[in-house]
């Protein structure tokens, strides 16, 4: 596939091949959780949360910018760079808390996509569930994560379909950009949290650990070749902030139509709470029909086979540096043997996890909230490193990168701080 500064030189043509941790960070994003929190988020409270899409775009771009230029200017991960100023009980916990969420999303994504393998084919669950976690586990080992990705990537399109559903049905798009422009804060446990798991499920702490590790890898390999240091940092920096923004701005756009799909065909047919793959899968039966449930089940299968690569190697990246372990998803099995360990363990962790039955989209929105809650103590962390006077020094951000960034950790802990305020209040 080549680094960004191999694929610019052979040309024009070649420019769209620029793009490559960003745009598979954003399609990551958009995993099994990501769709069942957007479509219980449409189906819940209709349009009043589509503003959460235009809110997050530009705060976790800033925020997987600034992990990308880490991992490129340094040529190491993010878990390396936090251990440089973070002390070590601090940093030790704040990997927990990313494996620990990691494990939980991965068991969330392998349950989806068994139970929609069971829609559409019948049969055992737990039997797909296994079979999807022994298959990922397998092309993870065995097939270098660029040239997996490079196929997967095309089945994250199937995502389109929600917006095409959204032109197809009625929909009050007055209504849709009033609510997208102008944010609605309603004091109401149930609304709060879901605002917190769309945070949690878009800015996600698994991702900054991703894409620094990705660019870590990219830097080294044009270092060897001579062309990273001609490139200079100004290069890498709009390289990296191109390839992030085109990334999540599909991310982003694809929630949004998933939020607006939802609202306009389940919420507005009586269907408020999203409790089975089946009920989030009506929502594409307007443009989908008979095949309403088979191209469900390619994007939740698309994603999830995506993502669980993704959350399994964010956590051992992390690991692998806190110990001072060599690993790559780009590497053979016997040169990195610790952390395609680390690997096994998060994605056998996940269907273990994904065995005890509990209900997938349930779990799907519970990883998203959990994600939510990880991230804060994470980008806090991350954010304090940055805004350091080593920190100002070594990577000389410019500032409007630092405030977007601070204001991402502002809002969730502000979304955390009001959900907790108000679940003591309801249960008082």
Same mark, same amino acid.
């Not at 990296?240 to 701005?249: F, K, Q, Y």
């Not at 449930?293 to 992390?318: E, H, K, R």
């Given at each position: 596939?080549?680094?960004?500064?191999?694929?610019?030189?052979?040309?024009?043509?070649?420019?769209?091949?620029?793009?490559?941790?960003?745009?598979?960070?954003?399609?990551?994003?958009?995993?099994?959780?990501?769709?069942?929190?957007?479509?219980?988020?449409?189906?819940?409270?209709?349009?009043?949360?589509?503003?959460?899409?235009?809110?997050?775009? $530009?705060?976790?771009?800033?925020?997987?910018?600034?992990?990308?230029?880490?991992?490129?200017?340094?040529?190491?991960?993010?878990?390396?760079?936090?251990?440089? /100023?973070?002390?070590?009980?601090?940093?030790?916990?704040?990997?927990?808390?990313?494996?620990?969420?990691?494990?939980?999303?991965?068991?969330?994504?392998?349950?989806?996509?068994?139970?929609?393998?069971?829609?559409?084919?019948?049969?055992?669950?737990?039997?797909?569930?296994?079979?999807?976690?022994?298959?990922? !586990?397998?092309?993870?080992?065995?097939?270098?994560?660029?040239?997996?990705?490079?196929?997967?990537?095309?089945?994250?399109?199937?995502?389109?379909?929600?917006?095409?559903?959204?032109?197809?049905?009625?929909?009050?798009?007055? /209504?849709?950009?009033?609510?997208?422009?102008?944010?609605?804060?309603?004091?109401?446990?149930?609304?709060?949290?879901?605002?917190?798991?769309?945070?949690?499920?878009?800015?996600?702490?698994? !991702?900054?650990?991703?894409?620094?590790?990705?660019?870590?890898?990219?830097?080294?390999?044009?270092?060897?070749?001579?062309?990273?240091?001609?490139?200079?940092?100004?290069?890498?920096?709009?390289?990296?902030?191109?390839?992030?923004?085109?990334?999540?701005?599909?991310?982003?756009?694809?929630?949004?139509?998933?939020?607006?799909?939802?609202?306009?065909?389940?919420?507005?047919?009586?269907?408020?709470?999203?409790?089975?793959?089946?009920?989030?899968?009506?929502?594409?039966? $307007?443009?989908?029909?008979?095949?309403?449930?088979?191209?469900?089940?390619?994007?939740?299968?698309?994603?999830?086979?995506?993502?669980?690569?993704?959350?399994?190697?964010?956590?051992?990246?992390?690991?692998?540096?806190?110990?001072? !372990?060599?690993?790559?998803?780009?590497?053979?099995?016997?040169?990195?043997?610790?952390?395609?360990?680390?690997?096994?363990?998060?994605?056998?962790?996940?269907?273990?996890?994904?065995?005890? /039955?509990?209900?997938?989209?349930?779990?799907?929105?519970?990883?998203?909230?959990?994600?939510?809650?990880?991230?804060? $103590?994470?980008?806090?962390?991350?954010?304090?490193?940055?805004?350091?006077?080593?920190?100002?020094?070594?990577?000389?951000?410019?500032?409007?990168?630092?405030?977007?960034?601070?204001?991402?950790?502002?809002?969730?802990?502000?979304?955390?701080?009001?959900?907790?305020?108000?679940?003591?209040?309801?249960?008082?």
């Amino acid at each position: 596939m080549g680094t960004r500064e191999e694929q610019r030189s052979k040309g024009p043509t070649n420019v769209l091949r620029v793009l490559g941790p960003g745009l598979i960070t954003g399609a990551a994003d958009d995993d099994p959780s990501g769709i069942a929190t957007y479509s219980q988020a449409g189906a819940q409270f209709g349009y009043a949360l589509c503003w959460t899409m235009l809110v997050t775009l $530009p705060l976790m771009a800033a925020i997987q910018i600034i992990s990308g230029n880490i991992g490129w200017q340094t040529r190491r991960g993010l878990a390396h760079n936090l251990a440089q /100023r973070v002390p070590a009980v601090v940093l030790y916990g704040l990997i927990a808390l990313l494996v620990i969420a990691n494990t939980i999303n991965i068991a969330a994504d392998l349950a989806a996509m068994a139970e929609v393998v069971r829609l559409v084919f019948g049969g055992p669950t737990l039997a797909y569930a296994g079979a999807f976690g022994l298959g990922c !586990l397998t092309a993870e080992v065995f097939v270098p994560y660029h040239r997996y990705a490079g196929y997967l990537k095309f089945l994250t399109l199937v995502l389109l379909v929600y917006v095409a559903t959204a032109f197809s049905v009625e929909v009050p798009w007055r /209504r849709v950009i009033a609510a997208t422009l102008v944010p609605a804060l309603l004091p109401d446990r149930s609304y709060l949290l879901t605002i917190l798991a769309v945070f949690g499920t878009t800015i996600s702490p698994y !991702l900054f650990f991703w894409q620094a590790s990705q660019e870590a890898e990219e830097s080294v390999l044009s270092y060897r070749n001579a062309l990273g240091p001609a490139a200079g940092i100004d290069r890498s920096f709009a390289d990296i902030s191109a390839d992030t923004w085109v990334g999540m701005l599909f991310s982003n756009v694809i929630g949004f139509f998933i939020i607006v799909t939802t609202a306009a065909t389940l919420n507005a047919h009586g269907i408020v709470q999203v409790e089975t793959a089946s009920q989030a899968a009506e929502a594409l039966r $307007p443009v989908a029909g008979e095949m309403t449930f088979v191209l469900f089940a390619a994007g939740i299968i698309g994603t999830g086979l995506l993502a669980v690569p993704v959350l399994a190697g964010s956590a051992a990246y992390a690991v692998a540096e806190l110990f001072g !372990l060599r690993g790559s998803l780009e590497l053979p099995a016997n040169r990195a043997l610790g952390f395609y360990g680390i690997v096994g363990a998060a994605t056998l962790g996940g269907v273990a996890l994904a065995a005890t /039955r509990i209900d997938a989209i349930a779990m799907l929105f519970w990883s998203a909230v959990i994600n939510g809650l990880v991230a804060v $103590p994470i980008l806090i962390a991350l954010m304090l490193v940055i805004s350091s006077k080593s920190g100002r020094e070594t990577f000389a951000f410019p500032r409007w990168l630092i405030a977007l960034g601070w204001l991402a950790s502002t809002i969730l802990v502000a979304a955390v701080g009001l959900f907790l305020f108000f679940s003591l209040k309801q249960s008082v």
